[in-house]
């Protein structure tokens, strides 16, 4: 089994290298992708000789996901694993996402909140939204998931030959569970625990919350309500 | 505002919306772009369904008729959304120029690239 964990990274100069060089220790193929950075994160993947990908203009975090996925399927890999940039993930728990996979799930979550753990569990305004979405979720799928804005997730082959066709734009992440499940792919939490990030800004900053909630709101209620 | 005016106002919005919430799910509307529209129609069903809300407003700011008020709403969500185009087309047309210059300058290397290793293999035609 190839396995590929894939990076997107906008502005993570403070981490990048770190999280690269815990991969590069783990000895998984990776590569990085770049999303129109403005910071010296190109520089950083340049001078250190890292494997990337830069794209030329910012494309969003689900246009760099994409690009990931491509290149998985270019390079004939068999499972590819998204890992943020920003060193919330922690790469133990790769394995654990592989397992999962090569036990018949199509896309494996790594979740924060399956059980109690003393991991990062980010603020309770949060886990109220995360919440909903899993509502949200289970109301369009039957599906249950805990952490549906987890991006530190596994994609099988089928999963990669769909996200590489078509994956949404922003706030890609639990539209993209119910698009799975909609073309039959099987959807499996795997429990987790996560950092605070090390570097770096949340690409949802507390005024855009509302309008993430209402905009992914609507695109599982739309999303789930294609192909019926 | 009459009876009338209410349901054919409250007709154009639901038919709207659906129209809208249609084209995002066959993909030709992107879900980012259609929020304005959704929430315009929101507003006029609101409009139609509770016209107390349009009453109040349309009196404190003096209004002759309530209708004139809603299309006002209209025109100012309309007004809003022809701005929102606007930066978007910037934002496509700043892309686009970015995007051609890349292309040119990576194609005008591999030219060079190009004719560099040609000059080279003659080189080595030459020397045999």
Request: charge should be positive.
């Amino acid at each position: 089994m190839k396995v590929l964990l894939i990076i997107p990274a906008y502005n993570e100069e403070a981490s990048i290298l770190g999280v690269v060089r815990s991969i590069e220790r783990a000895g998984y193929d990776y590569v990085v992708i770049i999303d129109g950075a403005t910071d010296r994160t190109l520089e950083i993947c340049k001078d250190n000789g890292l494997n990337y990908i830069n794209l030329p203009i910012n494309m969003g975090i689900g246009g760099a996901v994409q690009t990931g996925h491509m290149y998985a399927l270019r390079n004939g890999y068999d499972i590819d694993i998204q890992v943020d940039g920003d060193g919330q993930h922690d790469i133990t728990y790769v394995p654990a996402l592989v397992k999962a996979i090569q036990n018949g799930a199509d896309l494996a979550i790594g979740s924060r909140f399956m059980e109690q753990t003393d991991g990062f569990q980010s603020s309770s305004a949060r886990r109220a939204g995360i919440n909903w979405l899993k509502r949200g979720i289970k109301h369009v799928t039957g599906l249950t998931i805990y952490d549906s804005t987890s991006g530190f997730r596994a994609s099988g082959r089928r999963a990669i030959e769909l996200f590489a066709k078509s994956y949404p734009s922003d706030y890609p992440e639990p539209e993209s569970i119910v698009a799975a499940y909609n073309h039959g792919l099987t959807v499996r939490e795997v429990p987790v625990k996560m950092r605070e990030r090390q570097g770096g800004k949340s690409s949802i900053n507390f005024r855009r919350s509302i309008y993430y909630m209402i905009k992914v709101t609507l695109a599982i209620w739309i999303e789930g309500h294609r192909n019926k | 505002m009459s009876a009338a005016l209410r349901i054919f106002l409250l007709t154009i919005a639901i038919v709207f919306l659906i129209e809208v919430f249609r084209l995002v799910l066959a993909g030709k509307l992107q879900l980012k772009y259609s929020l304005l529209w959704m929430l315009l129609s929101v507003i006029l069903m609101i409009c139609a369904i509770f016209p107390e809300v349009v009453y109040v407003f349309s009196d404190c700011l003096g209004f002759q008729a309530p209708s004139n008020f809603v299309f006002l709403i209209s025109i100012i969500g309309l007004i809003g959304i022809c701005l929102s185009l606007t930066v978007i087309v910037s934002w496509q047309a700043r892309d686009i120029r970015f995007l051609l210059q890349k292309v040119t300058l990576m194609e005008e290397e591999l030219h060079r690239d190009r004719n560099q290793c040609g000059k080279k293999d003659r080189k080595f035609e030459d020397l045999r």
